[in-house]
């Protein structure tokens, strides 16, 4: 069956500027979590969503939103964007209902802030 | 805060070699997955343990729960330059389907 995929996989903005990213789940997965991935911070949680609904969240500002579908594909969404948002952002699928349920990443979406 | 260390942060060695990760942390954990990542994707699922001591075997690797549920272990036997990559083990937080990230160990089989 098809992987998680993320589009676009690239993307270059410029300070101020807000960008949404794309997550499609595995089939029959109705959890969608996103990560911020940077060098010197690791992989951190953004939030998790169920459903439809937000299940979790992250330390991160408001500026960081998401939401999901009916079809359980999820959209992230930056605002105002700062340099320090340059990162690998990962979404991850799983079954989502137990809290031990295999997460299954997607490639990746590399946004760089200009 | 709950956090996951992971130790060594970088490992160089040779084809041939045997290595251990560890991962630690002073929380219990639902759950611990370990990962390997290569430059431009995105983590792999290597294997999940979900019951103190439980040890799983895949190939040349083992994996390792700590009794406890807040350490694990990965041992790679006799490595090969394809063993590569960005090893991550992450915690599942008890009672939230949230997942915590180690800090990652970045391995360089060398040929």
Redesign the interface.
């Known amino acids: 069956k098809a992987g998680v995929t993320q589009t676009p996989r690239y993307l270059i903005k410029t300070r101020g500027q807000q960008v949404t990213l794309s997550c499609s789940p595995i089939s029959g997965h109705r959890s969608v979590s996103w990560y911020q991935q940077t060098p010197g911070q690791g992989l951190q949680f953004l939030f998790e969503y169920f459903s439809e609904t937000q299940r979790n969240k992250g330390n991160f500002p408001g500026r960081f939103s998401g939401r999901q579908f009916s079809n359980s594909r999820s959209e992230m969404n930056v605002s105002t964007l700062e340099l320090g948002d340059s990162a690998l952002y990962l979404c991850a699928s799983s079954l989502g209902v137990t809290d031990y349920n295999e997460q299954f990443f997607g490639p990746g979406t590399r946004l760089t802030v200009l | 805060t709950q956090l996951l260390e992971q130790s060594p942060q970088f490992l160089s060695i040779q084809e041939g070699e045997n290595l251990t990760v560890y991962c630690n942390s002073s929380s219990v954990f639902?759950?611990l997955?370990w990962?390997r990542q290569e430059p431009?994707?995105?983590?792999?699922?290597l294997v999940?343990v979900?019951t103190g001591g439980e040890v799983k075997k895949l190939k040349r690797l083992t994996f390792q729960f700590g009794d406890a549920r807040k350490d694990s272990s990965l041992h790679i036997t006799a490595a090969q330059p394809g063993d590569t990559g960005l090893y991550?083990c992450?915690g599942?937080?008890?009672?939230?389907?949230?997942?915590?990230?180690?800090?990652?160990t970045r391995l360089k089989v060398l040929a």
């Open positions: 639902s759950s997955q990962y431009g994707e995105g983590p792999v699922l999940t979900v991550l992450a599942g937080v008890i009672g939230t389907y949230k997942y915590i990230f180690g800090t990652g």
